[in-house]
């Protein structure tokens, strides 16, 4: 009986938490927590990139946005979970080939400016929603209303099929570790 009982409850508990986790937010849009959501400040006239293009301008090949203002790239600090992810969902490098590359470019002197570094992820929307150019990200589940989230090929990040998801094993989604 008492085994029933707890059955019951861890399954009332899980239920609960997928609940909350993923309750739609104040548009009517289920967020999950796993999708990186990539944030502009409201201003910017862009509302979707493509992956390529959202590579290119993480990887400092793009550096000026089509209406002709200077693009702000914002990672997060060097060391964070948070950045070592993005850049390798972003990139597909690790971050220790991605400084490489960004010491690479400004070398040759194709950098007219170099990431920024926030500390934390409302570090991170505070700083777009102070500067025009700035593109960043954050967990889905920390997107608020000073901020634009960005169509990544056509989807957000409550979107099933969503690029910028962390995959778990048997390529299901689950809760990053940041």
């Not at 937010?25 to 979707?48: F, K, M, S, T």
């Not at 293009?53 to 060097?78: A, C, N």
Request: aromatic share 8%; hydrophobic share 45%; with cysteine.
């Amino acid at each position: 009986m008492t085994r029933r009982i707890f059955a019951a409850a861890v399954a009332w508990s899980v239920a609960a938490v997928c609940l909350i986790a993923f309750a739609p937010d104040a548009n009517g849009q289920v967020v999950a927590p796993e999708g990186l959501a990539i944030v502009v400040h409201r201003a910017n006239p862009i509302d979707a990139l493509t992956l390529r293009e959202l590579r290119r301008i993480f990887m400092l090949d793009m550096q000026t946005w089509p209406h002709g203002r200077k693009i702000t790239v914002v990672l997060r600090e060097k060391g964070q979970p948070e950045r070592a992810e993005a850049i390798r969902l972003i990139c597909g490098l690790s971050e220790s080939d991605f400084e490489r590359h960004v010491l690479y470019q400004t070398f040759r002197g194709s950098v007219d400016r170099a990431p920024r570094s926030i500390q934390s992820a409302s570090a991170m929307l505070r700083f777009i929603f102070n500067t025009p150019g700035a593109i960043g990200y954050v967990r889905a589940d920390e997107v608020d209303d000073t901020v634009k989230v960005l169509q990544i090929d056509g989807l957000l990040p409550g979107d099933a099929k969503y690029p910028l998801r962390r995959a778990g094993r048997a390529g299901k989604a689950s809760v990053p570790a940041w």
